[in-house]
């Protein structure tokens, strides 16, 4: 789903079966509910003959026409994608406000010699942990102008989300810790906005 097809291709490295929201990426535009299933031709026969007819599970004709429509500009999008987020990504990892960056393009992140390996770029998605904690990640959410406050990825548009205090709210503190999900931890998914703008937007919040 973060990928999609453009910059990796998991049935070529070994997967039998994959699944993306074409709710993000592939459509690209926030305006379609749908998922896809890839696989062998053996293997697609037999969804289609046993899973497909008992559940039904049939995207409506408008929402396969709009996500046909958003593959013709897939490769546009995601290598603005890519090319803003690399730029996002390697000015907060000098900001002082932040104390740690989570994007597989930077050579600081654990695993960036396997996603060399893997993707033909990073994609548009990245997290952040910010040195001030909770209060941090409150004030950036009430400061940002351009970033738009949501928990979906995928868009056009930059969205941006503190989960301790938006998705995970809920969730006991032990437990957001165990998942690594720390009070300053912001998730980013970088839109097609100039990248200037939203540097711009994040230096201002932050």
């Not at 070994?14 to 998922?35: E, F, P, R, W």
């Not at 205090?165 to 810790?177: F, G, K, Q, Y």
Request: net charge negative; hydrophobic share 45%; aromatic share 6%.
């Amino acid at each position: 789903t973060f990928m999609t097809p453009y910059l990796q291709r998991p049935l070529e490295m070994g997967a039998d079966v994959v699944l993306h929201s074409a709710t993000k990426y592939i459509n690209g535009h926030g305006d379609v509910i749908a998922g896809l299933v890839i696989s062998d031709k053996d293997t697609m026969t037999k969804i289609k003959m046993t899973t497909l007819k008992d559940i039904g599970g049939i995207m409506s004709p408008f929402n396969a026409w709009l996500i046909l429509r958003g593959l013709k500009t897939l490769p546009l999008r995601m290598d603005r994608h890519n090319s803003n987020a690399m730029a996002i990504a390697k000015y907060l990892e000098k900001h002082p406000a932040v104390a740690k960056v989570y994007y597989p393009g930077l050579e600081s992140f654990d695993q960036h010699e396997l996603a060399k390996k893997q993707m033909s770029g990073f994609g548009g998605i990245m997290a952040f942990e910010l040195k001030g904690g909770f209060e941090a990640g409150v004030r950036l959410m009430n400061g940002v102008k351009i970033c738009h406050l949501a928990v979906s990825l995928g868009d056009i548009d930059t969205l941006i989300q503190h989960p301790a205090s938006m998705t995970h709210s809920v969730v006991p503190e032990a437990e957001r810790l165990a998942a690594n999900i720390t009070p300053g931890l912001v998730r980013l998914a970088v839109g097609l906005e100039d990248v200037e703008d939203i540097i711009a937007d994040l230096e201002q919040a932050l």
